[in-house]
């Protein structure tokens, strides 16, 4: 795993996706932070965090279209299925390295509060919770990502398909809202809160670490790796 890993977060630096992702994310984030805490002096980054959720729609999408996809395309994928090593540890590492190209503007972004405490008091616990659940949102995004990249040869497919997902989570909370009151009970209401993803990520707005949406995350991110690997099992032995 630890070479597919290193290949992979090699790839993303010695092409231009990694670069567009991190420049994407740090102008996005950046402008939003100027306005609301340098502009505007508010001393948290909740509403930073919960305006630019948004970015997740281009992001997410550019950063794992091609991890798959790009794969099958040019018939590379055959290698990796023939290799001596297991598919889960393939997937696995293609997801960690995936996953710390989104750690490094989350890092830098961990350095805002520091800068805000120069200038007045902060609460360095709400700040950072929500920067705790603003990453847990973006993981749980690239398994998506992942998954969907698995089910495709073409990357503009996998692109479109991600940005829909994702998306389709993004306006979940306002569709539930057109719900009837005598739908709010079930199967329906819960399916479509399960696929809420982003919805999850508002007790974290508020300072609360809310262990049920950190297990909710993580499980999105187990299921999601699961589902990639089963289908790209299901490909080997076909």
């Known amino acids: 795993m630890r070479a597919v890993y290193k290949r992979e977060l090699e790839g993303y630096f ?8 991190l420049f994407f994310v740090f102008l996005i984030v950046g402008i939003y932070y100027k306005a609301y805490n340098l502009n505007s002096g508010y001393p948290s980054m909740n509403v930073t965090l919960n305006s630019v959720t948004f970015l997740f729609l281009i992001a997410i999408p550019v950063l794992t279209m091609r991890v798959l996809s790009e794969e099958r395309r040019q018939k590379t994928d055959q290698l990796l299925l023939t290799a001596p090593v297991s598919i889960e540890k393939i997937v696995c590492g293609k997801f960690f390295a995936l996953v710390t190209v989104f750690l490094i503007p989350m890092a830098v972004l961990c ?54 997902v994702i998306f389709l989570s993004y306006i979940m909370s306002g569709l539930e809202s057109f719900l009837p009151s005598s739908m709010s009970d079930g199967i329906v209401m819960k399916v479509m809160e399960a696929c809420n993803i982003d919805g999850h990520f508002q007790s974290f707005i508020t300072g609360t670490f809310d262990l049920t949406a950190i ?8 299921v999601f790796v699961f589902l990639t690997i089963q289908n790209i099992k299901k490909r080997r032995w076909s």
């Open 215 to 222: 297990v909710y995350f993580l499980s999105v991110m187990f």
């Open 14 to 21: 010695k092409s231009m996706t990694g670069y567009v992702f």
């Open 111 to 164: 350095l805002y509060p520091l800068i805000m405490g120069r200038f007045g008091t902060v609460s360095y616990v709400q700040n950072y919770t929500a920067i705790l659940g603003f990453t847990l949102l973006g993981a749980a995004n690239i398994a998506v990502g992942l998954f969907i990249s698995s089910l495709t040869e073409n990357p503009i497919i996998a692109a479109v398909l991600t940005f829909l």
